[in-house]
């Protein structure tokens, strides 16, 4: 019926007993969102016990490379941010913020449910600005080369004991069946 999903852990990854069930976590969308998430727990302790594992389904054929606009980073982006990155990866992130030459010392306006919200944001000297793109490099970069399975997609997914079953369609009349713990989707990150 389902087979259960090939997950990536860490190569030094020797602390998990044979009986002990590893977590499985379908991700779905390798997006912001998505991409940030496998970062975050690719640090965390229990992935570096080999007490969970992750698998990173993407419906677009590849990495996009023209992802529009750039981004404002928020006080609190920028601090989550910070606080997860590598060192290195940090500095490529201060690097890419340095290119834009934006310094936010302005007014947010936004809309909630038709109501009108006037947030004063001051940061001086802060340049929270960057490239979509390169953000997503550095992210990629945290997460491994070739862990994204591109021209993925869910099709359907269903509560079963003992997990989630999720059927994938691909390119070409792929098809596959995973059985998981937990899926996790991007497109309802916020």
Request: hydrophobic fraction near 30%; avoid cysteine; proline fraction near 4%.
């Amino acid at each position: 019926m389902s087979n259960n999903i090939n997950v990536h852990q860490d190569a030094n990854d020797n602390s998990t007993s044979s009986t002990e069930k590893k977590f499985e976590l379908l991700v779905v969308g390798a997006g912001i969102a998505g991409l940030s998430f496998v970062y975050g727990l690719r640090r965390s302790e229990l992935y570096r016990e080999g007490k969970v594992g992750y698998k990173i389904v993407e419906r677009r054929d590849g990495p996009g490379t023209d992802l529009g606009y750039p981004i404002h980073l928020s006080s609190a982006a920028r601090k989550s941010l910070e606080s997860m990155f590598s060192p290195p990866d940090l500095e490529k992130l201060h690097h890419a913020r340095s290119k834009i030459p934006v310094y936010h010392d302005g007014i947010t306006v936004s809309s909630y449910r038709g109501k009108k919200a006037w947030r004063t944001v001051r940061e001086p000297g802060t340049r929270p600005m960057i490239e979509r793109e390169e953000l997503m490099e550095i992210l990629r970069g945290g997460v491994g080369v070739g862990e994204v399975e591109y021209g993925l997609e869910v099709v359907s997914h269903s509560q079963k004991e003992g997990g989630v079953e999720v059927k994938l369609k691909g390119r070409e009349g792929r098809r596959e069946e995973v059985k998981v713990d937990l899926v996790v989707d991007e497109s309802y990150i916020e």
